[in-house]
């Protein structure tokens, strides 16, 4: 605790004793206030294990280890309003090449928010770049006015001020751009952060919560750079959504952590713009789920495997108390091996390896079938693509949790779905070979393919639904063209069944964002106002889908 009051006040006095901004901004890069800060809880010592650049030859650039940084907390002690500052900065996402990059505060992402239940924060966000841009809260239940969707457009030089009423269960939740048409390449290069939400509930349970030290945020992101070392972004090439081949976790490349030897909780957030992520451990180890998006699940759920879509968060925890390090790793993992195989076979007998085709080209063999989706088919989102993601080591040393885990995390009171509960219909779309669309539609003048919800393409100005506040409600999202995780502002909901299967354990939990293959099915309830001119959205969480129109607005009323 003294080191983190230590770290805001030194964040508040490098804000107040310098008046120019890309001082200011130097100022926190140096003082370390930045991702390379870690807060060694209850040490009374901050000590940086950021970026650390030993000077020393490494043979390969990239496959330098370093410790994966953590973000600094930010917390409102006695209703201190929290600033976060968008700037530009540079930032090592490989070893001694300067990238630039885009963060909150520091060169490249920005501090862990932390907020209790009950708590009212506030919050100014300041924009020292020289574009728009607004910034939402993903996974926060507040009103539309203080959701920060692309009607809240930040101008560069310019603040807004807001006050966050924080009434949810505990969860792990994040916030990053969502400006109108650019949400894509604003996320892309380096702006998001976790928002931490804690209540009694967190508090009780004897689970890792020593921040940066058995409890870590880990926000997974490809990238890729050109051989300057700056990002790519191409627009034709994320056309259909970005994916890339360098792993960042928390900002850099093949990180590794050194953790107690006990349990270790990891908040896993899938910050990427597109891709998918098949994750487990390379030794096939058991984990346990233990958090969804919007909170605990009701027991920890062991599993092998975690398969995680963009806007995503999940937590679980792992047991290092043998000292075996592991590493974890995403890829076709242990029931996806075959279905790569049979995947690539199939692509090179059609002669085309290109994703935008094969996505296509699924889309149509789904539609022309029965009907029935064929799982092993098909693993969208590069989601079979091998990567090690974050490497473990055990460091004895560090205060360890020993088990075990608490039998039951959560109660969540799950209401019998009624007949006379409204039922809303969303049909995602990309637009491709379908005649219908193409002659309602056809192409954008641009040329971007153009998608869309229920026939339309997202309008600022049109209002498409128009949901009760306090009203359970049915929503059926339906894809008929890829797969996409469909998120929702504004709430947390339970689903009913996903690919028309009945729900797993492991996603029975409180969620914002879902796999949408074919059709999932949830049930919602809003507690909180949204108007016209501060409306919520529904959006494909595909950055680029979003930004190329698969997005909604609606009200709470
Ligand atoms: Cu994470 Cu509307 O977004
Ligand atoms: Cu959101
Ligand atoms: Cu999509």
């Not at 180890?285 to 599993?303: C, M, N, S």
């Not at 098909?378 to 004895?396: H, Q, R, S, Y």
Request: with cysteine; hydrophobic share 35%; proline share 6%.
């Amino acid at each position: 605790m003294v080191s983190e009051v230590r770290t805001r006040q030194l964040l508040r006095s490098a804000f107040r004793d310098l008046g120019d901004t890309a001082l200011k901004r130097r100022q926190l890069i140096k003082g370390g206030l930045g991702l390379g800060a870690l807060t060694l809880a209850g040490s009374g010592l901050m000590v940086s294990l950021g970026a650390r650049n030993s000077g020393a030859v490494a043979r390969s650039i990239s496959s330098a280890k370093r410790q994966m940084p953590i973000p600094m907390q930010l917390e409102s002690i006695n209703d201190a309003q929290l600033e976060l500052t968008m700037g530009a900065g540079e930032w090592e996402i490989l070893p001694g090449i300067k990238t630039p990059t885009t963060g909150f505060n520091g060169p490249c992402l920005g501090p862990t928010v932390r907020v209790r239940n009950g708590q009212d924060v506030p919050v100014i966000y300041r924009n020292t770049l020289t574009e728009s841009i607004a910034v939402h809260g993903h996974g926060l239940h507040v009103p539309g006015e203080v959701d920060g969707g692309p009607q809240r457009e930040i101008e560069p030089g310019g603040s807004w001020s807001l006050e966050l009423p924080i009434r949810q269960q505990a969860c792990t939740s994040w916030y990053h751009p969502h400006t109108h048409g650019r949400t894509g390449p604003q996320t892309y290069k380096g702006l998001a952060g976790f928002i931490i939400i804690d209540d009694e509930n967190s508090d009780s349970l004897p689970l890792p919560k020593t921040y940066g030290v058995d409890d870590l945020p880990v926000v997974i992101q490809d990238r890729a750079l050109n051989s300057q070392g700056r990002l790519i972004y191409s627009v034709e090439d994320a056309e259909d959504g970005l994916m890339a081949e360098t792993i960042t976790v928390n900002g850099i490349a093949n990180p590794v952590r050194a953790v107690p030897a006990g349990l270790v909780r990891l908040r896993l957030l899938n910050g990427s713009n597109a891709r998918y992520y098949r994750f487990r451990f390379s030794d096939d180890r058991v984990f346990y789920k233990i958090a969804t998006d919007g909170g605990f699940l009701e027991e920890p759920v062991p599993i092998r495997e975690v398969v995680m879509l963009p806007g995503e968060r999940n937590e679980i925890v792992v047991d290092f108390s043998d000292g075996n390090p592991a590493m974890l790793v995403s890829g076709p993992g242990l029931i996806g091996a075959a279905n790569t195989e049979r995947r690539d076979r199939d692509n090179r007998e059609r002669g085309d390896g290109d994703s935008r085709e094969r996505r296509d080209e699924d889309s149509r063999e789904r539609r022309n079938g029965d009907g029935r989706r064929r799982r092993n088919d098909w693993e969208p989102g590069g989601m079979n693509d091998a990567f090690d993601i974050l490497e473990f080591t055990v460091d004895p040393r560090l205060p360890a949790l020993r088990g075990p885990l608490p039998r039951s995390l959560n109660t969540i009171s799950r209401p019998t779905v009624r007949n006379d509960w409204p039922v809303r219909r969303f049909e995602l779309f990309m637009d491709d070979d379908d005649r219908r669309r193409r002659l309602l539609f056809g192409r954008r003048e641009d040329g971007e393919m153009s998608m869309g919800i229920n026939g339309r393409p997202m309008d600022m100005q049109v209002i498409n639904e128009r949901v009760r506040r306090n009203q359970w409600e049915r929503w059926v999202v339906r894809s008929y063209d890829g797969s996409h995780p469909f998120h929702v502002h504004g709430c947390s909901f339970l689903l009913l069944s996903q690919e028309g299967r009945p729900v797993s354990d492991e996603n029975a939990g409180w969620k914002d964002t879902v796999r949408v293959d074919d059709r999932a099915e949830f049930i919602v309830r809003f507690d909180h106002e949204a108007k016209d001119e501060y409306p919520y959205m529904y959006h494909c969480h595909i950055l680029e889908h979003e930004d190329r129109g698969m997005m909604g607005q609606f009200t709470v009323t």
